[in-house]
């Protein structure tokens, strides 16, 4: 079976930017060294893939939804520590040393950590013991979010991100997130406050 350091499920804004702020800090620490992600993604079910965007910020006007999805998976691709796999993970186990993750074609995969960005549609990964409420931010009843504490962390070793965290649903919330809990498990990792920034080279 597959190991990773971190299995995120979902592979929208919020799971393609958890995966790319925590691939930007391998080879440069030695707590970052040789980490493996995986994502795990039932395609074609972002909401990203209906909108068309006119307001984030340095996005342009008029961009789709769509391919804007396409070149970000594209750019976790280009790390080589991110992995995307298809599949609608059905089950997660937590064991003593991390998570075993199930998809409804029978494939399993474990992974240390496990963040869910799975959207606010519906929750129905089996075998996890969190709570799902309605969401809170959410622009139509009906929607859902998975509890936490109010920093996008569950219990150790368990975070959400984006929709399903109960962010806003805009775009930028999303990656925020998924940035936001990459750094925590980052940050756990070190020991200390991390983040991963890069200036022009030769500045
Ligand atoms: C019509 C429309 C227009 C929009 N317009 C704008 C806009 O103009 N500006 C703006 O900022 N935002 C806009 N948004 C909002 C934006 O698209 C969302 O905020 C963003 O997509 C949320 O990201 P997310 O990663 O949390 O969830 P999603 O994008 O919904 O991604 C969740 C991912 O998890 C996957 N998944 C779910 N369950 C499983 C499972 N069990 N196993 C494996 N994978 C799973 C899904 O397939 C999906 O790929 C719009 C949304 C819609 C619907």
């Not at 992600?37 to 008029?62: F, Q, T």
């Not at 240390?112 to 931010?137: C, K, M, P, Q, Y």
């Amino acid at each position: 079976m597959n190991k990773y350091d971190v299995i995120i499920v979902g592979g929208g804004p919020a799971g393609l930017s958890c995966a790319i702020t925590l691939a930007s800090a391998n080879d440069r620490f030695d707590w970052s060294k040789n980490r493996k992600y995986l994502i795990i993604d039932n395609y074609g079910a972002s909401d990203l893939l209906k909108a068309e965007l006119n307001n984030v910020a340095g996005i342009p006007k008029g961009t789709i939804g769509r391919d804007l999805l396409e070149d970000i998976k594209n750019q976790a691709l280009e790390f080589g520590n991110i992995e995307i796999k298809e599949g609608r993970v059905i089950e997660a186990k937590e064991e003593d040393n991390g998570f075993t993750i199930k998809t409804e074609t029978g494939e399993t995969y474990k992974g240390d950590i496990l963040v869910l960005a799975t959207g606010f549609h519906e929750f129905s990964i089996e075998g996890l013991n969190v709570e799902v409420v309605e969401n809170i931010r959410a622009p139509r009843p009906g929607k859902v979010m998975v509890k936490h504490d109010g920093n996008f962390k569950v219990r150790e070793n368990l975070f959400v991100a984006g929709n399903i965290a109960g962010c806003s649903t805009m775009f930028a919330a999303a990656i925020g997130s998924g940035a936001q809990v990459a750094c925590d498990i980052m940050s756990k990792w070190a020991g200390k406050n991390v983040v991963i920034h890069d200036v022009p080279s030769g500045k």
